[in-house]
């Protein structure tokens, strides 16, 4: 396959990774966190830690849309799916996350309620259109990968005039993300140990690479961005490993085939004039973070499903046992959580981590379990 | 009897409640295109006699959405499904049964095509439909047609073919490529909108299974990877063999339409669906003769020995990705796609 298969190619990742095993210095470690779970799912797909050296250690990040989303918030979506004059929809992976009391969306569809799986918003605008009688709600989730097609079709439904669509907005923004990380009192402690970021491929196409120049900047973290492919993920573990060799500390853009120093223009100005930002958005694992979330502007707000049905803000009840919030912050493995495997597993999901195809919980159990010992010596933080 | 209307007419609840109407869909709709000296009885059972050796007996019932797709429809992949299902002890397959469940309202005309099409599978596979019944239910129970077929077959003296037999050492094999028919009823799908010119690969695979197992009779055990693919499979055999599997990935036959399709919904190949393809697994002494059997016929021509069975306590599969690492190809997770078949 064109433009996919060169990015996959065994015979580069072996000199690759022969590279990174020659230039990573013996008595140093060097800890990569990969904010996106795009990467963590590249990472455990397609075997890259079986290529690195011991002392190369990749922390999975928060960037799993689904993972970060509060209980909350889908408690929420599950009121608005049991109304009975609402069509719910999201993206597939939302519907198998457990809820407070573990009611999930696919259990409230089998309540009977209608709620439908998209590939597309504009599925969801479609929906609207056909079923005149009926309140369409997108629950809309992702970072700034998903927010322009939900930009998209809001704009649509203004033009169309639809009074029966309304987006539910749980868009999140992903240096506020990185700086609340960098912010923990686990990274204040020296608890959290990341020595620079492998930078998001698809959040980057469209905010472009200047967006991270803080994080060099104030926090000393080199970022490298790189692209999903598996030779993107170790091309950028070895800019990461010679930046921190050379004691250079700058934002580096491997995935120069899609992102520019300023982004996709055209999809940030409709992003900006269809949201806003919130001024607190409550995450799950970093608490409220300042200014990491986007609501619709006052001139959308027909559209917007919390104003429409006058939704409150709850607070989701989490399983207190469930460790889905300290791996969402890097200081812990999929494997120190004691649900892990036994009861939580992709088919019975405790927490949102398992869900996910990128959550690294899931990534860990589908994709590395069979290595158990290995995987948790090697990635345990030393 | 009075003459259904099939271009224009419509089933209605008449049709499922025993009476005159039901008896005249039966017979012009169901009895002219199964025509067999069994169904010709007449009774509400059908009487035959069977070939010496153990009968094997499966049954499958069949939703898949579209119920028309490049390839195939709900009437052969009905057939086909069961036969395979039958064929996979190495049996050969003697009859069918078909149960329809009808919505009212259904196009006589579509039906009287899917009939057509279960009868032209039975035909071409030499496998009767002896012995049916037809329900018809209200409009908005059903979704136009769903089909049970069920089938009886006779396993050749000596084969013991069954799940729980792959040993350490043994081959695995598969007979060509995979995903064909899930990426096929996916690209039809009217919420993806993507057009693709795979045709499902849905047929009935007992001539190339009764070449494999007289060549090589040691194959210990044939599977077909339908829903949940060739991953899901493999981890089912793995456990009931008690035993774990190591894959290579460059070895696995995966048309590019296929892969592109996948990358593009964010699917994995090794978990679409397919309804004519098998999973052979044999001693790797026998694995080479095995995959020239297989490669001989028309429906191996793009076998391929990918993996072998490993000693291994916990049961696992694992794969060796052509990019030079190591993971596991675990179960299904959740749901990739509702009714595939």
Partial sequence: MKYVDEFRDGDKARAIASQICQEAQPGKTYNLMEFCGGHTHAIFRYGIPDLLPDNVNLIHGPGCPVCVLPIGRLDMAVDLARRPEVILCTYGDMLRVPGSGRVSLMKVRAEGTDVRMLYSPADALTLARENPDKQVVFFAIGFETTTPPTAVVVEQAAKLGLKNFSVFSNHVLTPAAMHAILNTPEAGSGELKVDGFIGPAHVSTVIGSDPYQVFPERYGKPVVIAGFEPLDVLQAILMLIRQLNDGRCQVENEFTRAVTSSGNLKARALVDKVFELRKSFEWRGLGAIPESALQLRPEYADYDAEKRFALEQKEGRENKACECPSILRGVKNPRDCPLFGDPCTPDNPLGSCMVSSEGACAAYYSYGRYKENRIAVEEVQP | ?341
């Fill in chain 2, 1 to 341: 009897m009075s003459n259904l209307n099939i271009a224009r007419g419509r089933v209605e609840m008449v049709h499922g409640s025993g009476g005159r109407a039901m008896s005249d869909l039966i017979q012009q709709l169901f009895a002219g295109a199964f025509d067999n000296q069994w169904l010709a009885q007449g009774n509400d059972q059908a009487r035959f006699d069977l070939p010496p050796g153990q009968v094997v007996m499966a049954t499958d019932s069949h939703v898949v959405s579209p119920l028309f797709f490049p390839g195939g429809d709900i009437g052969s992949l009905s057939v086909h499904g069961t036969i395979n299902d039958v064929v996979m002890s190495g049996a050969r397959p003697c009859f069918l049964s078909a149960g329809f469940i009808l919505e009212e309202g259904f196009p006589l005309a579509d039906l009287k095509r899917i009939v057509d099409s279960m009868a032209a599978a039975s035909k071409e596979a030499g496998v009767p439909i002896v012995t049916g019944d037809t329900k018809v239910v209200e409009r908005g129970k059903g979704d136009g047609v769903f089909i049970n077929t069920t089938g009886v077959g006779v396993v050749p003296e000596g084969l013991v073919l069954s799940g729980d037999q792959a040993r350490p050492g043994d081959a695995i094999l598969v007979s060509g490529h995979i995903g064909d028919h899930g990426v096929c009823i996916l690209s039809l799908r009217e919420s993806l909108g993507f057009e693709s010119e795979i045709q499902s690969d849905s047929q009935s695979l007992h001539t190339l299974v009764s070449a494999m197992v007289a060549e090589v009779p040691d194959i210990r055990c044939l599977r077909d990877p339908t829903r949940g693919g060739l991953a899901n499979t493999l981890n089912e055999l793995a456990h009931q063999s008690a035993v774990g599997m190591q894959l290579f990935e460059k070895d696995i036959p995966v048309r590019a339409q296929v892969r592109a399709a996948c990358e593009f919904l964010g699917l994995d190949p090794l978990y679409v669906a397919n309804e004519g393809k098998l999973i052979a697994i044999c001693p790797q002494s026998e694995a080479e003769r095995l995959l020239a059997v297989m490669r001989a016929h028309p429906q191996g021509q793009d076998a391929a020995i990918i993996g072998r069975v490993v000693e291994d306590e916990h049961r696992f599969v694992q794969m060796e990705t052509a990019f030079g690492g190591n993971r596991m190809v675990d179960w299904l997770n959740g749901e990739q796609l509702p009714r595939i078949c």
